[in-house]
C-alpha cells in the first residue's frame, strides 16, 4: 500500500538530547513538509522540500533541522536549542503544484522531560 | 501574507443536527482550498477540496463551497453523526512556501447521540 509513514509513535527524551523522527513516503512525491501541532494552535509549518537535496524553513525553524538525501525520506531533527520540544509532529508530501492534496502519516508524539 | 480564520470550537451538536464551521482567508490570488479531518491521536485525512471559485467539494455528506466574492470556504453536513465527531481544519495551499499548506487552528466538533 502506498502511504506515508512516520515513526515512532511516541517518543520520549531528556531534556538536552537531540532527537530524530523519521518519516518515510511511497507515493514518489517531490514535496515532503514537517507540521508541528500544539493544542489550540493548529499546525505551524517548521521545513519543507520541494525536491531531493533542497529545502527551506517554514514559520518555525528555529531549533530544528532536516536532510533529504533520498526523495522518500524527509527526516526531522529536534535539537536542544529547541526551548519546548514537546508537541505532536506531523510530516505531509504531495506532488508539486498549487492543487494537489497533501497526504499526512500518522504523528509522532515527543515529549521531553 | 496568506492566513485562514475558521471558528473557534468546541462545537456540540446532537445527532442529525446541521453543521455549518466557518472558514475565511487572505491570499493573494486563487489558492486551492481544502478541508481535513483529523481523529484523535491520528494524522490528517482530506476530507475535501476545490481549487478555483465556485466549485463545490463534497464528501461523505459534507459540502464546501468556493466563494471569491466573500473569501470563504464554509464547511456543512445535513445531519451529522456520532462518527463525525473529530477536530476539522481548514486550509490553503500558499504559493509562497512551496504550496506547504496553512491551516486554521482547527475546529473541534462533538456529536452526542
Known amino acids: 500500500d502506498g502511504g506515508i509513514t512516520q515513526s515512532p509513535k511516541y517518543l520520549f527524551r531528556k531534556e538536552g538530547q537531540n532527537v530524530t523522527l523519521s518519516c518515510e513516503q511511497n507515493l514518489n512525491h517531490d514535496a515532503m513538509y514537517w507540521y508541528r501541532q500544539d493544542p489550540g494552535q493548529g499546525l505551524r509549518l517548521i521545513y519543507y522540500?520541494?525536491?531531493?537535496?533542497?529545502?527551506q524553513k517554514g514559520d518555525i525553524a528555529e531549533g530544528y533541522s532536516v536532510s533529504r538525501e533520498k526523495k522518500e525520506s524527509f527526516p526531522l531533527t529536534v535539537t536542544s536549542a529547541q526551548k519546548n520540544p514537546t508537541a505532536f509532529y506531523l510530516c505531509?508530501?504531495?506532488?508539486?503544484?498549487?492543487?494537489?492534496?497533501?497526504?499526512f502519516g500518522q504523528g509522532t508524539r515527543l515529549t521531553v522531560v | 501574507g496568506n492566513s485562514v480564520t475558521q471558528m473557534e470550537g468546541p462545537v456540540t451538536l446532537s445527532e442529525e443536527a446541521f453543521l455549518t464551521i466557518n472558514c475565511t482567508y487572505t491570499a493573494t490570488g486563487y489558492p486551492s482550498l481544502f478541508w481535513y479531518v483529523q481523529y484523535p491521536g491520528e494524522g490528517l485525512q482530506l476530507l475535501l477540496k476545490a481549487t478555483k471559485a465556485d466549485d463545490k467539494g463534497s464528501n461523505k455528506g459534507f459540502e464546501a463551497t468556493y466563494r471569491k466574492e466573500t473569501t470563504s470556504f464554509h464547511l456543512e453536513k445535513g445531519s451529522v453523526q456520532v462518527s463525525d465527531s473529530a477536530v476539522y481544519f481548514c486550509a490553503l495551499r500558499n504559493s509562497n512556501s512551496g504550496y506547504a499548506l496553512n491551516f486554521g487552528k482547527g475546529t473541534s466538533l462533538l456529536v452526542t447521540p
Open positions: 505531509a508530501s504531495s506532488p508539486s503544484g498549487p492543487i494537489a492534496e497533501a497526504f
Open positions: 522540500s520541494q525536491i531531493v537535496n533542497d529545502f
